[in-house]
C-alpha cells in the first residue's frame, strides 16, 4: 500500500478531499448524499470534528479537525469503503468508486482556515449548480447560516471569528481566489 505523506494529528485541521474515478459522479440522487453523510457522522464523529463540508456530484470536501489521532485513518477507511459498497450495489456497478485515496492537506493557519471554509462552500456556485451558496443542500453552508440549528458541523471556531458569515462568503474577492490558490497549489 502507498505511503500517505500527510499524517493526521491531534488539535490540527485538515482538508479532506476526493472525486469520482475518471470524474464520474459519485452521488447520483439525494439519497446518495444524505447516506454519505449520515457515514461521515456515524464513522467520524468519534474521533474528529467536521468543520465544514461540501458534497458535490463527482467530488467532495471535508474540512476536519482531528480529536484522536490513532483512529483517523481507519475511520476514513471505513467511511469510504461503506459508502463505495453501497453505492456499487445500488448501481450494479464494480471496482473503485474513488480516483484514488482521498487526498488530505494540513491547514497551515487561521487564515488559511477561513478561505478554505468559503472556498469550500462557494463550490456549488463555481460549477454553476446554484446561484447562491445556500441553494445547495449538501454542504454545511446552511449550518453556518443558521446556527442555532442542530448537526453535527463543528462550526464555531469560524463563526467566532466571522460575525456574519453571510457576507463573509458573499465578500469572496479575486484577491481571494489569487490567495488561496497560492495556499493550496503553491
Not at 479532506?16 to 447516506?35: D, Q, T
Request: charged letters at 25%.
Amino acid at each position: 500500500m502507498p505511503y500517505r505523506d500527510t499524517k493526521f494529528l491531534n488539535d490540527c485541521y485538515y482538508h479532506v478531499y476526493n472525486r469520482g474515478v475518471n470524474h464520474s459522479n459519485i452521488f447520483l440522487a439525494k439519497r446518495n448524499y444524505y447516506f454519505f453523510l449520515e457515514k461521515v457522522n456515524q464513522y467520524l464523529s468519534p474521533c474528529l470534528e467536521i468543520v465544514a463540508y461540501c458534497l458535490m456530484p463527482n467530488h467532495f470536501h471535508l474540512l476536519i479537525l482531528v480529536k484522536r489521532e490513532e483512529e483517523v485513518l481507519t475511520a476514513l477507511k471505513k467511511l469510504f469503503l461503506s459508502y463505495s459498497k453501497s453505492f456499487n450495489k445500488e448501481t450494479n456497478r464494480s471496482g473503485p468508486l474513488f480516483e484514488g485515496r482521498y487526498k488530505s492537506k494540513l491547514v497551515p493557519d487561521n487564515d488559511y482556515l477561513l478561505h478554505l471554509t468559503r472556498y469550500i462552500h462557494l463550490n456549488p456556485v463555481r460549477a454553476k449548480l446554484v446561484s447562491e451558496p445556500d441553494e445547495w443542500k449538501f454542504s454545511s453552508y446552511p449550518d453556518y447560516i443558521k446556527p442555532s440549528e442542530i448537526s453535527f458541523v463543528s462550526k464555531n471556531i469560524i463563526l467566532k471569528q466571522v460575525k456574519d458569515y453571510r457576507s463573509f462568503v458573499k465578500s469572496y474577492q479575486e484577491f481571494d481566489k489569487e490567495k488561496l490558490a497560492e495556499l493550496l497549489f503553491g
